[in-house]
């Protein structure tokens, strides 16, 4: 007998913990609510810190995924316990008996049209982090129009009370800074500046990406959040923020303004959170066991969680999650189905 | 007290055994004085002293102007008529209680016109009937009260007119009951009466509201006792005969009476410490709010008679946004009053300070009593003593330095000249503080601008000053009043005959506050409007499925409701909203409070939110940038301002 | 002891010392926001008042925990109270009320 585990979300937690599963024995049914697989990370175009392709990583984590079975455009549409495991039926009709279930949700772009100051949606030369990315991906954008003056916004819709989303979402200072060296290369006569109110970049290389961005691209960076935004009569944009490091208000126009917008909860993942009976936290995401000793495994047994379902994450940091939730997930189900352990081994010793 | 039968009696009072010794003697006055009456005088006695006190005290509080605006006011005779009107309206029938919640409007004027009635009927009876040989002033004040004691009647020797007048007396006594007895039901299940939360009684209101509700009864019972002796009607005598039945034919009618006395002489002692003193005083609240005399200070003068006319009814309770959250129903303008009344400085600053200044519980108060504004007043009283540095106004507001005149010549739509006349063509458009943080009203204003061909100046592209409604709600009028002159001498030289906001809080104190000569102060929706009817702007229904907010400022602080609705039904279906109009729900995101929090304002604004999309519209429609802007941070379905919905759904 | 002279010369240094806790407690009763500034600047940055005067919030809020009440004071002196600030604010803050309270505590009354 093989054991089935349900992975919901085809991000790089969910290809990753599929992978890794597959590869311990189990029978894995990865589900994606959308039509294509790899998430947030197929609209990137390359990584931070050291630039690298986005679409070869992802290449590289669907390679992994040999004989999942992968059901994309599928959603589930209700779950309940069944003794030790969970009956989970799917929108396109399957029935899944799981005798564990893996949340790698992840999380929804923050709406940025939600900060009314910013204009966005409504100035034609905002834009928000992804549509640069896709910009990147895709060589054209309307609103990008040879701009000299561009300004990127770090912390919209994260650290903010008033939108809802009191934490930091942990990747965008780095995104920012990353763009912002991106944005030198693709117009090399530009001048960019960075509002931020802490610059939070804290892993391996990170601090070399930050002084290569001041030192190669000479990008600006102002510490004040931007807080209005008007439009000048020639149609580029009049940024007020206070430069609070000299302690004055500050203007200035631009002809390009990237808004940073941040990770929210995932509202498909809480749905399904709550048919699953998962529960949480104030901030939205979900609560885990234990922060520090047990952050893969939920309050409800045989329901893990990995990747940006708990917080957000970095994509390594997302990739490690997901190998320790397989971890996790073979050991809860070692103990609770012994009688799966002869087969697990057979199929370990032809790896 | 034991309860006496008619033998003993008769020993007591050899002129009641008199009476019933011959009863063929028609109006027999056993006396016009009974000892009962004493706990009645003495509550009434100390009443009128305190009454007649507190009016000295109130006129003497208010100065020259408002007490000569006062008295001609009387005379006026369509404030008179007006007086008159909202007298019976608002004090007896209780109208706005009515026409929101029936049960509860019949219960409030059950009692008030009831007994009303019963008084003025007591004194009509009085009149026409009293005895021959008793001079008009005999009995005093408690004669007409206590009239059915004092005159008896034969029975084979009714009169028509008597008959007539017991039949009336029965039927409000009967009418005065069944107010009563909802009173009584509303003390345990308010609920049915339309009211979720209630007011917590003091100690002095509960002594006055036992004895109010003991009061009827008890007539009913000492009426009844000798109903068939000084004559009833259907419900006086038919309990007679009930009573007889039980009792025999011994009368238990004294102890009543006494009972019945002190019950009115309590009550009368503790009304001017409990809510029931607003039966007196909003009489005169009312014609001070007619005579347009407005509170200068929290609680001296007209302050007084208008905390004073407060009936802790308790309709402000359910009324104020803030009460999603229970813990906040202290804060509620009925209590603020109550404090206020108490002089507890401490708690009348802290519930000054947290009030949205939504007007809410004022729309839906049965005698207007302005707590908003009682409020500002008590807020100013701290605040306006504050020190402030506006020297910079004297500077900016010199023509040739006024930064946003010098930089909003550009922005004219046609060619702007040397300033002249105001000239009504001409439209300055305002923005205000907060329209600046809500670049989609700019932006869709400036193209309804565009798109009607209106010739506009841009007054604040770059930032102006503000209105001067937030340093008002604050209580700083003498700030207030700084940046008013600054902008009114602003929009004076700009020679704009139409000046045209985005801002309801801007709107109500530009109208309110301003008085700009020539100049026609209008919010967008009203210009909007204008536009739409001359032909200028011609519109199409996309379709769409929206609901409107009415924002405060704009809807309950000025009136204006229809102007919105109907330019956005021309553009789309409009679907209702749970609570609409006078009765809408603040945003949460209000500038009148000053001390409420973000989080308890997130819940102000989450049931905004799920009231206004009870009919699932496609987006929330609004005209206020600070509702836009609280919403949209809130809301699940998208919010869009007025002028965007227009501009979206122009035809060519 | 030897003195050198070097402490008559009037410091542009703040000087933490001169901090007032019991003041700034006073203040964090009345307006308990006071303490969930994170210097954003956004208030500054909108300010309608510092169009025409130096006006920031932010700096009047460090000022005060520098023991420099005056020039917190001077901050804030030129507020319109018109509110743009607490709509812009991050973390919420009460910005209107924590204006007051900061003239209530540490101004004098005209």
């Known amino acids: ?351 | 007290m034991s309860l006496l039968d008619i033998s003993t009696l008769a020993a007591m009072f050899p002129a009641i055994s008199a009476a019933q010794a011959s009863p063929e003697v028609i109006d027999r006055i056993p006396s016009s004085y009974s000892d009962f009456v004493i706990p009645f005088v003495a509550g009434m006695v100390f009443f009128l002293c305190w009454v007649s006190i507190g009016c000295v005290r109130i006129f003497m509080k208010i100065g020259p102007s408002d007490q000569a605006k006062f008295w001609k006011s009387l005379v006026n005779p369509v404030t008179a008529a007006k007086n008159v009107k909202d007298l019976f309206c608002d004090c007896l029938f209780h109208v706005k209680i009515w026409k929101r919640k029936p049960l509860l409007g019949y219960m409030h004027s059950a009692i008030a016109f009831g007994w009303f009635m019963l008084i003025v009927l007591g004194h009509i009876e009085v009149a026409l009937f009293l005895p021959k040989h008793l001079s008009p002033r005999a009995g005093g004040l408690f004669y007409p009260i206590f009239y059915r004691y004092f005159v008896w009647i034969n029975p084979g020797h009714e009169t028509l007119r008597g008959s007539f007048f017991f039949f009336l007396m029965d039927f409000f006594l009967l009418y005065v009951l069944t107010g009563i007895a909802l009173a009584v039901f509303k003390r345990f299940r308010s609920i049915v009466l339309g009211m979720k939360n209630t007011t917590r009684p003091s100690t002095p209101d509960r002594i006055a509201l036992y004895s109010l509700w003991l009061i009827f009864p008890l007539r009913l019972l000492a009426e009844s006792f000798t109903a068939d002796l000084s004559g009833g009607s259907f419900l006086t005598l038919g309990m007679n005969h009930l009573l007889h039945l039980v009792f025999g034919d011994s009368l238990y009618f004294q102890p009543f009476w006494w009972a019945y006395s002190i019950c009115l002489g309590v009550f009368f002692a503790a009304m001017p410490f409990t809510r029931y003193m607003h039966i007196l005083t909003e009489v005169l609240w009312i014609l001070f709010r007619n005579a347009g005399l407005k509170p200068s200070h929290p609680r001296k003068g007209v302050s007084e008679a208008e905390i004073y006319a407060c009936s802790s009814c308790g309709l402000c309770l359910d009324a104020c946004p803030m009460n999603v959250q229970r813990k906040n129903l202290r804060f509620s303008s009925v209590y603020f009053i109550r404090f206020l009344r108490r002089h507890n400085e401490r708690k009348i600053n802290a519930i000054a300070d947290k009030c949205l200044m939504c007007g809410k519980c004022l729309a839906l108060c049965p005698v207007s009593v302005d707590a908003p504004a009682l409020r500002r007043a008590q807020r100013r009283t701290v605040n306006n003593l504050l020190p402030y540095d506006y020297s910079y106004l004297a500077r900016t507001s010199a023509p040739a330095a006024a930064p946003f005149l010098g930089s909003a010549a550009p922005a004219t739509a046609s060619a702007s000249g040397p300033v002249e006349a105001p000239s009504a063509e001409k439209v300055m458009y305002f923005a205000g503080c907060m329209s600046h943080l809500t670049p989609r009203i700019i932006k869709a204003v400036e193209g309804l601008f565009k798109a009607s061909g209106t010739d506009y100046v841009f007054a604040d592209r770059d930032g102006g000053i503000c209105c001067g409604r937030p340093l008002l709600l604050a209580g700083k009028t003498d700030a207030a009043a700084e940046v008013i002159e600054a902008n009114k001498k602003m929009i004076e030289e700009a020679g704009c005959g139409t000046l045209v906001l985005s801002c309801p809080i801007c709107y109500k104190v530009f109208s309110e506050e301003y008085s700009l000569k020539g100049v026609r102060v209008l919010h967008y929706t009203q210009y909007v409007k204008e536009l739409v009817g001359s032909g200028r702007l011609r519109l199409r229904n996309g379709g769409a499925k929206y609901v409107y907010h009415d924002p405060c400022e704009l809807g309950r602080g000025m009136g204006v409701y229809s102007e919105p609705r109907e330019v956005l039904g021309l553009v789309s279906d409009l679907v209702p909203a749970g609570h609409e109009r006078k009765e809408s729900l603040c945003c949460g995101g209000s500038l009148g409070s000053l001390t409420l929090n973000s989080r308890d304002r997130d819940k102000i604004t989450e049931a905004a939110v799920s009231d206004l999309t009870v009919n699932s519209p496609e987006a929330i429609v609004t005209a206020c940038p600070l509702c836009l802007a609280t919403f949209s941070r809130k809301s699940p379905v998208k919010v869009r301002d007025f002028s965007e919905a227009v501009l979206d759904n122009l035809s060519a | ?110």
Request: include cysteine.
């Open chain 1, 1 to 351: 007998m093989k054991n089935n585990v349900l992975i919901a979300g085809a991000g790089p937690a969910g290809l990753e913990a599929s992978a890794a599963l597959q590869r311990l024995g189990y029978n894995v049914i990865l589900i994606e609510r959308s039509e294509t697989i790899g998430g947030h990370l197929a609209r990137w175009d390359r990584l931070f810190p050291d630039g690298e392709s986005a679409s070869a990583a992802l290449d590289s984590l669907i390679e992994g995924i040999w004989g999942v079975k992968c059901f994309t455009d599928t959603e589930i549409t209700s779950a309940n316990r069944l003794g030790k495991s969970f009956n989970v039926i799917l929108s396109n009709g399957i029935i899944v008996h799981a005798d564990a279930v893996l949340m790698t949700t992840g999380f929804d772009l923050f709406e940025a049209s939600k900060k009314e100051e910013y204009g966005y949606g409504i100035y034609d030369h905002v834009i928000t982090n992804a549509d640069l990315e896709a910009f990147f991906r895709n060589g054209s954008d309307p609103r990008i129009n040879n701009p000299s003056r561009i300004g990127f916004v770090h912390c919209v819709g994260s650290r903010d009370e008033k939108a809802g989303c009191r934490s930091c979402s942990k990747v965008c200072c780095a995104t920012a800074v990353k763009q912002a060296c991106e944005m030198r290369q693709a117009f090399p006569n530009s001048q960019v500046y960075c509002f931020y109110m802490d610059l939070r970049l804290f892993g391996r290389h990170y601090e070399d990406m930050y002084l290569s961005a001041q030192r190669d691209y000479g990008v600006r960076f102002i510490r004040g959040r931007v807080a209005e935004v008007s439009e000048n009569l020639d149609g580029s944009l009049m940024i007020k923020a206070e430069d609070t490091v000299a302690s004055a208000p500050l203007k200035v126009s631009l002809d390009l303004l990237v808004l940073m917008a941040g990770m929210r909860p995932s509202v498909s993942g809480a749905r399904i959170g709550s048919l699953l009976g998962l529960q949480s936290e104030d901030d939205g995401y979900f609560r885990v066991m234990d922060g520090i000793l047990d952050a893969q495994r939920s309050t409800v047994p045989g329901l893990f969680l990995a990747g940006a379902a708990t917080g957000p994450k970095t994509l390594p940091e997302t990739l490690a999650d997901a190998r320790a939730a397989a971890v996790e997930i073979d050991k809860y189900l070692s103990v609770t189905f012994p009688e799966a352990k002869d087969f697990k081994q057979l199929m370990r010793k032809g790896w």
């Open chain 3, 1 to 110: 002891m030897v003195d050198f002279g070097f402490g008559i010369v009037p410091s542009s240094r703040i000087n933490l010392d001169l901090f007032d806790r019991a003041k700034f407690e006073a203040l964090a009763t009345l307006e308990p926001d006071v303490r969930k500034c994170m210097a954003c600047g956004s208030c500054t940055a909108v300010c309608t008042a510092g169009t025409f005067k130096a006006t920031s919030l932010r700096a009047a809020i460090e000022e005060i925990q520098n023991g420099r009440e005056k020039k917190a004071l001077e901050m804030i002196s030129g507020c319109q109270l018109c509110g743009k600030c607490f709509m812009t604010c991050p973390r919420g803050i009460n910005t209107r009320h924590l204006i007051l309270s900061i003239v209530k505590i540490y101004g004098e009354e005209k």
